[in-house]
């Protein structure tokens, strides 16, 4: 189970830095953008923290719930 949660997470920051790549472009459409904060909102919604550092985004549980 966890090697799956894992694979999951690895995958959602793989989405993540290839939506930030496609936002950050200097054709990048609003909607691009829009994508992508909406993607970030939605971790955060689902009780996940992320950080982008040297071209990479880390996504980790929250430690405390903000609701």
């Given at each position: 189970?966890?090697?799956?949660r894992?694979?999951?997470?690895?995958?959602?920051?793989?989405?993540?830095?290839?939506?930030?790549?496609?936002?950050?472009?200097?054709?990048?459409?609003?909607?691009?953008?829009?994508?992508?904060?909406?993607?970030?909102?939605?971790?955060?919604?689902?009780?996940?923290?992320?950080?982008?550092?040297?071209g990479?985004?880390?996504?980790?549980?929250?430690?405390?719930?903000?609701?």
């Amino acid at each position: 189970m966890k090697t799956e949660r894992n694979e999951q997470i690895e995958r959602i920051e793989k989405f993540l830095n290839e939506r930030w790549y496609i936002a950050n472009m200097p054709d990048a459409r609003p909607q691009d953008v829009s994508y992508y904060n909406g993607s970030l909102k939605a971790l955060e919604m689902a009780g996940y923290e992320w950080k982008r550092e040297d071209g990479e985004h880390t996504v980790r549980r929250a430690a405390t719930e903000k609701y």
